[in-house]
């Protein structure tokens, strides 16, 4: 596969490691209300969707950034790729 | 029709016209007392010793393509019981016991082979940590043997003993460990379910649940609905995809692990292998060819099929451990979906849906375990236990932080 790196181009997806689902980016409070059920969620359940899935993959041979990869589980066909300081900042987180 | 010597004689001198089809192609009935929605290895054991053991009849088996044409048909075939913790090993044993046995159970040529699995040591650290699992099988019944690198030089001469970067410091050996055809056991436990009454009806895809107040009432499927009392899912790879028309998540990924076959060769492996400093494992088929494998993929998928750096990796694994592979040609390679989950073990649980059970997350070990799994199941959707031996594998252990996590590798899928 070949991951299109929003700032370096076309790259081999073996200079990448996988993290999973792009939900990890999210992880709760841990001083809400319901943090050990909401941990519980985060930490271990998955939505696993055959079709388009958003997930982490970090460039760990390349600049070292974390990327949002939105790729389809059933042919591995890559449609979209950001960087994930970008989706964080665009989904309410400041840091 | 019981399959015996005799029988192979009548049938060469009367010209093979009394074989009949090994089990019959049902229709779906309108209702079931069990439904099981899979005809993998798992699904075709529960339905096999639900009827056999527990007793019961008026049994389903649900199969969206032909049975024995996922996993169960896909994988390399091992089988063994060498895991080190209390929630695996006593089920996997139980396991062995039941392989042992199997081809008389079923009356079925399974070509079940114990001819012995090696896992290769490579650092004293390594040996400390097999001597260990070895110590745990056998307080669980099993067999273990700790060879050292004369042991392992005089069983496996073809070995690379002068890799300087990984040597060959010894193995932990279980000789009741090896491998079985794997088709044979799907065929044979559907021929074995059959006989008692299962309905195996191919074709026929689970398309939805109906659920009405916390209780399943039957599925949906691609030939109509069929109602039912009980459901238990064994989908294996996919299981996130089937729970979540009852509207479930699951602590599973999918993920792609791929297997390969060679040209067929004279007999040169006496058992299985593993490299235990690069992810490469081997056996040699009764055809000749040498069946091997590496690492998952990596990242969640669905599609049968993987990519190449995984090939390049397995290959190059190969070459370290075993040079004289060099000259061999590839014949075949192919993928099949895993349900990995996320401490590396399996679940045989009740869900929060009273009526529906699910067996799943056997990652890529799920083949060894097809008899105690299918077993374990018949037990729990008979009599609403959980089995002696599969106690711990509980759906909402992530929950309660009892995790049965043999690698150690934490809520990672892809790493156990
Ligand atoms: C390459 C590879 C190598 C492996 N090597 C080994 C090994 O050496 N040793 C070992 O122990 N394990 C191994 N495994 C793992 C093992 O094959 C699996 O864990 C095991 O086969 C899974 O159980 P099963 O046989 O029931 O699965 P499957 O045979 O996959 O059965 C599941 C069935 O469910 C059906 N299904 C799915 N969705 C639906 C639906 N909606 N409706 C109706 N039916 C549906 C599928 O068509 C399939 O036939 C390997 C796996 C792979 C892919």
């Not at chain 2, 099981?36 to 075709?44: F, M, Q």
């Not at chain 2, 260990?132 to 690379?160: H, Q, T, Y």
């Not at chain 2, 040699?284 to 494998?293: A, Y």
């Given at each position: 596969m070949i991951i299109n790196h929003p700032l370096l181009g076309p790259r081999d997806s073996q200079e990448f490691t996988y993290l999973g689902d792009a939900s990890l980016m999210h992880r709760p409070d841990r001083q809400g209300e319901n943090a050990g059920e909401a941990f519980y969620e985060y930490q271990y359940q998955r939505d696993n969707p055959a079709g388009l899935h958003r997930e982490l993959w970090y460039h760990e041979q390349g600049d070292r950034s974390w990327l949002v990869v939105t790729r389809d589980t059933t042919t591995h066909e890559i449609t979209d790729v950001k960087l994930a300081r970008d989706v964080a900042r665009s989904e309410g987180r400041s840091t | 029709m019981r399959y015996s010597g005799f029988r192979v004689i009548k049938e060469a001198l009367t010209g093979h016209k009394g074989w009949g089809p090994a089990w019959r192609d049902a229709a779906p009935k309108p209702h079931y007392d069990f439904v099981i929605i899979g005809g993998g290895g798992h699904g075709l054991a529960t339905a096999h010793y639900l009827a056999?053991?527990?007793?019961?009849?008026n049994i389903a088996v649900v199969e969206k393509g032909w049975i024995g044409g996922g996993n169960v048909g896909r994988n390399t075939t091992i089988i063994r019981s060498n895991y080190l913790l209390d929630g695996n090993e006593p089920f996997y044993e139980h396991s062995m016991k039941l392989w042992e046995g199997l081809e008389q159970d079923l009356n079925y040529n399974a070509m079940v082979s114990q001819r012995g699995i090696m896992n290769l040591i490579h650092t004293d650290a390594q040996r400390d940590a097999f001597r260990r699992r070895g110590n745990a099988m056998i307080l669980n019944g099993a067999d273990a043997e700790l060879l050292s690198a004369a042991d392992v030089k005089r069983e496996?001469?073809?070995?690379?003993?002068?890799?300087?970067?990984?040597?060959?410091k010894g193995a932990l050996v279980q000789r009741r460990g090896g491998s079985v055809r794997h088709d044979a056991v799907a065929w044979g436990y559907a021929r074995a379910a059959d006989s008692r009454g299962v309905d195996i009806i191919q074709n026929c895809e689970v398309t939805g649940f109906r659920i009405e107040q916390g209780k399943v009432l039957g599925v949906e499927t691609s030939r109509g609905y069929i109602g039912a009392g009980k459901i238990g899912c064994a989908v294996a790879g996919s299981s996130g995809r089937v729970m979540a028309m009852a509207g479930m998540r699951l602590p599973i990924e999918s993920h792609v692990l791929q297997a390969f076959v060679s040209e067929g060769l004279k007999p040169v492996l006496p058992g299985v292998i593993t490299f235990g400093a690069g992810h490469f494992y081997v056996s040699q088929s009764d055809k000749g060819g040498l069946v091997f494998g590496g690492d998952l993929d990596g990242y969640n998928s669905y599609a049968q099929r993987g990519n190449l750096p995984v090939v390049e990796d397995v290959c190059e694994g190969g070459m370290a451990l075993m040079p004289m592979i060099g000259r061999v040609r590839l014949l075949r390679m192919w993928g099949g979906v895993m349900d990995m989950s996320m401490d590396g073990s399996p679940i045989i649980d009740q869900t929060p849906v009273d009526g529906l059970y699910f067996n799943g997350g056997w990652c890529y070990g799920g083949f060894k375990a097809t008899p105690a799994s299918g077993y374990a199941f018949a037990h729990l959707l008979a009599t609403d236990k959980p089995h002696d031996t599969a106690k711990a594998y509980r759906l909402d252990r992530f929950r309660t932080g009892r995790m049965i996590d043999e690698r150690g590798a934490g809520p990672q899928p892809n790493l156990h």
């Amino acid at each position: 596969m070949i991951i299109n790196h929003p700032l370096l181009g076309p790259r081999d997806s073996q200079e990448f490691t996988y993290l999973g689902d792009a939900s990890l980016m999210h992880r709760p409070d841990r001083q809400g209300e319901n943090a050990g059920e909401a941990f519980y969620e985060y930490q271990y359940q998955r939505d696993n969707p055959a079709g388009l899935h958003r997930e982490l993959w970090y460039h760990e041979q390349g600049d070292r950034s974390w990327l949002v990869v939105t790729r389809d589980t059933t042919t591995h066909e890559i449609t979209d790729v950001k960087l994930a300081r970008d989706v964080a900042r665009s989904e309410g987180r400041s840091t | 029709m019981r399959y015996s010597g005799f029988r192979v004689i009548k049938e060469a001198l009367t010209g093979h016209k009394g074989w009949g089809p090994a089990w019959r192609d049902a229709a779906p009935k309108p209702h079931y007392d069990f439904v099981i929605i899979g005809g993998g290895g798992h699904g075709l054991a529960t339905a096999h010793y639900l009827a056999k053991v527990y007793g019961k009849a008026n049994i389903a088996v649900v199969e969206k393509g032909w049975i024995g044409g996922g996993n169960v048909g896909r994988n390399t075939t091992i089988i063994r019981s060498n895991y080190l913790l209390d929630g695996n090993e006593p089920f996997y044993e139980h396991s062995m016991k039941l392989w042992e046995g199997l081809e008389q159970d079923l009356n079925y040529n399974a070509m079940v082979s114990q001819r012995g699995i090696m896992n290769l040591i490579h650092t004293d650290a390594q040996r400390d940590a097999f001597r260990r699992r070895g110590n745990a099988m056998i307080l669980n019944g099993a067999d273990a043997e700790l060879l050292s690198a004369a042991d392992v030089k005089r069983e496996a001469p073809f070995l690379n003993f002068d890799n300087a970067r990984f040597p060959i410091k010894g193995a932990l050996v279980q000789r009741r460990g090896g491998s079985v055809r794997h088709d044979a056991v799907a065929w044979g436990y559907a021929r074995a379910a059959d006989s008692r009454g299962v309905d195996i009806i191919q074709n026929c895809e689970v398309t939805g649940f109906r659920i009405e107040q916390g209780k399943v009432l039957g599925v949906e499927t691609s030939r109509g609905y069929i109602g039912a009392g009980k459901i238990g899912c064994a989908v294996a790879g996919s299981s996130g995809r089937v729970m979540a028309m009852a509207g479930m998540r699951l602590p599973i990924e999918s993920h792609v692990l791929q297997a390969f076959v060679s040209e067929g060769l004279k007999p040169v492996l006496p058992g299985v292998i593993t490299f235990g400093a690069g992810h490469f494992y081997v056996s040699q088929s009764d055809k000749g060819g040498l069946v091997f494998g590496g690492d998952l993929d990596g990242y969640n998928s669905y599609a049968q099929r993987g990519n190449l750096p995984v090939v390049e990796d397995v290959c190059e694994g190969g070459m370290a451990l075993m040079p004289m592979i060099g000259r061999v040609r590839l014949l075949r390679m192919w993928g099949g979906v895993m349900d990995m989950s996320m401490d590396g073990s399996p679940i045989i649980d009740q869900t929060p849906v009273d009526g529906l059970y699910f067996n799943g997350g056997w990652c890529y070990g799920g083949f060894k375990a097809t008899p105690a799994s299918g077993y374990a199941f018949a037990h729990l959707l008979a009599t609403d236990k959980p089995h002696d031996t599969a106690k711990a594998y509980r759906l909402d252990r992530f929950r309660t932080g009892r995790m049965i996590d043999e690698r150690g590798a934490g809520p990672q899928p892809n790493l156990h």
